[in-house]
C-alpha cells in the first residue's frame, strides 16, 4: 500500500473512532431527565424561595415531575448541603438564597461545603427587597423614630428571622452596625414561626422578604416602615427605603438555582432554558410583579460572577456588623 493511501486510511480510521467515542455524551443528555426531579428549598414553606420553587415546579416541562422538598435548618445550609452532596447527575437542585451561597460563607466559622466549588450555577431567578416592618404596637411610624426609640431604649426590641445568616438576619445587624442602636436578634426555624410572634408582640422588629411582608402589611396586620433596596420597587412605591433615612443601607434579597458541582454543562444549559422560558410566562412574571420580586433569569456564567461579587460584599457586611452565628 502506497504511503500517502495508508496515511488517508489511517486519518480515516481515526476520525470513525473519535466519532464513536464522543457520541455518547449527547445521547445520553437528550435522554435527560430519566426520573422526577428534586428541587430542594432550604427553608420551610410560605416564603419567597418556596414560592419561587413551586411556580417552577408547576410549570416546567421537562418530561418528568418536579418533586419540591422543603429541607430548612441552620440558616439553610441543611438543605443546601443535601444538594452540595447529591449525584451530579442534574436530577437534584437547590433554590439558593443570598445566605446560602453568599453570606453563610463568612457568618459560620465552619460550614458543611463550599458555597463555589460544590455547586454548578444554573440561573439567577429574581431578587427582591427586605420590608422593615413593626409590631402595631410599637409607638413608631418611620425609620427616624424607630432609631430615636432603640437608641432611648438599648436592647429593649427584639427583631425575628428565618434562620441566622438570612439576609433578615443580616439586614437587622447591617441596620444595628449604622444606626450605632442595640437589639436581640431571634432566630427562628422559618418565617411563618416568627410572623405570629411579631404580630402578637413577642417580638417587635423583623426585616423580612417583601414577598411574605408585604401582603400582611396591606391587610394591617403589621407596619410597615422602609425598604432596604437603594431604590423603591415599583410593588411598594409609597414605602421608602431605609437608606432614605440612613444612608448607606442597602440589603437585597436573591434566589438562584444550583446543581451539584460537576454536572455535565449539557444538563445545566437544558435547566436552564427551561428556567427561562417558565419565569418569561406572563402569569408567572405578573405573580413576580405582584410579590416584588424583580426577575432576572442569568445564564450560568452571568451566576457565577455575581455569585462571585456577593460574596466579597456580604463579607464585608458580616465583618463591619460583627455578626456571628457561633
Known amino acids: 500500500m502506497r504511503p500517502a493511501r495508508r496515511t488517508l486510511l489511517a486519518a480515516a480510521a481515526s476520525a470513525v473512532i473519535a466519532a464513536a467515542w464522543v457520541a455518547p455524551a449527547p445521547a445520553w443528555a437528550q435522554g435527560f431527565p430519566t426520573k422526577p426531579l428534586r428541587m430542594v428549598v432550604t427553608f420551610p414553606t410560605g416564603g419567597a424561595p418556596d414560592i419561587l420553587a413551586r411556580l417552577f415546579a408547576d410549570k416546567a416541562q421537562l418530561g418528568q415531575p418536579i418533586v419540591v422538598e422543603n429541607k430548612p435548618g ?21 433554590m439558593g438564597t443570598v445566605g446560602t ?8 466559622s465552619k460550614m458543611p461545603y463550599d458555597m463555589v466549588r460544590d455547586f454548578a450555577p444554573v440561573a439567577h431567578i429574581a431578587s427582591a427587597p427586605n420590608l422593615l416592618v413593626v409590631h402595631n404596637g410599637l409607638p413608631v411610624k418611620t425609620v427616624a423614630e424607630l432609631v430615636a426609640y432603640m437608641k432611648a431604649n438599648p436592647d429593649k426590641l427584639s427583631f425575628g428571622s428565618p434562620g441566622v445568616g438570612t439576609s433578615v ?24 414561626f ?6 402578637g408582640g413577642q417580638i417587635q422588629v423583623m426585616f423580612d422578604n417583601m414577598p411574605s411582608a408585604l401582603p ?5 396586620k403589621i407596619r410597615a416602615l422602609a425598604q432596604t433596596t437603594a431604590k423603591r420597587s415599583a410593588a411598594a412605591p409609597d414605602v421608602p427605603t431605609v437608606a ?11 434566589f438562584a438555582v444550583f446543581a451539584p458541582a460537576n454536572t455535565p454543562r449539557e444538563l445545566v444549559e437544558r435547566l436552564n432554558a427551561e428556567i427561562k422560558r ?14 416584588g420580586l424583580e426577575a432576572w433569569i442569568s445564564t450560568p456564567d452571568e451566576l457565577a460572577k455575581f455569585q462571585a461579587a456577593e460574596i466579597t460584599k456580604w463579607a464585608k457586611v458580616v465583618k463591619e456588623s460583627g455578626a456571628r452565628a457561633d
Open 101 to 108: 451561597h453568599s453570606i453563610n460563607g463568612a457568618l459560620y
Open 278 to 291: 417558565v419565569f418569561a410566562l406572563p402569569d408567572v412574571a405578573d405573580k413576580l410583579k405582584m410579590l
Open 244 to 254: 432614605e433615612s440612613v444612608p448607606g443601607f442597602e440589603a437585597t434579597t436573591w
Open 169 to 192: 438576619h443580616i439586614s437587622g445587624e447591617l441596620f444595628k452596625s449604622l444606626t450605632g442602636t442595640k437589639m436581640q436578634h431571634v432566630p427562628y426555624k422559618g418565617r411563618q
Open 74 to 94: 441552620a440558616g439553610g445550609n441543611i438543605g443546601a448541603d443535601a444538594v452540595a452532596k447529591a449525584p451530579p447527575d442534574g436530577h437534584t437542585l437547590v
Open 216 to 220: 400582611m402589611a396591606k391587610e394591617g
Open 194 to 199: 416568627a410572623i405570629p410572634d411579631l404580630i
